[in-house]
């Protein structure tokens, strides 16, 4: 099975292919530039540098945010396009459950994506169990309810507030390495696992995941990552 997967819930994205479950090659994008001017030419470099041919790809997956506006629904528009033109499904994935996914091994996990104001989008992740369902908070607030149990931060915000994050939570804090990784290589992992376990929704069935107050009905209750 091979997965194409897109990720622009960070400043430059990536984009990555899977064949069955075993990332083949994933590129970063350019941070330089907004999305609608790198897409879908970032899609089809990667094609050409693998080899593979749109036809070919079986599953379609994207980053459904929380992140940017602007990036979450040029990504999704962008990828609902090529599956819809090509007749596959599409998969989404939360950017929580990959951050999650890459800091494995650790009991509890702090997923935390800049949402600019001076806040961060976050989700708390125990023992691969989404335990507490994505919010928006300043950084302080959400660090004062984590104190007590040592946990692992990982996300582009987590670097940003890596200073506020030591010195307010000290030992019990740990910095993810690498603390801001490519997420689509993960997307298409996690998007093989669901295709083969029957889920396979069509394109436009896609919700991003955009955490801002008013869309308080995004919380869900604890499950399973991916």
Known sequence: MLVLALDTTTKGGSCAIARDGVVVRERSGDGTRVPDTRLPGDLMMLLDETGI????????????GPGS????????????????AEGKPLIGV????????VAHGSARVATWIEAWRGEVYAALYEDGLETQPPTIAAPAVLLARLRGTRTRFIGEAAGAHRDLILAALGTDAEIGDPV?????????RVATEMADAGHRPAPHSIRPLYVRRPDAEHARDPRPVG
């Open 94 to 101: 939360s950017a929580f459950d990959a951050l999650a996914r």
């Open 69 to 84: 506006f602007t990036g979450l629904r040029v990504g999704i528009a962008t990828m609902q396009g090529v599956a819809f």
């Open 53 to 64: 041919a749109l036809r070919e790809i079986d599953v379609f997956a994207v980053a459904t």
């Open 180 to 188: 801001a990784p490519l997420l689509a290589g993960t997307m298409a």
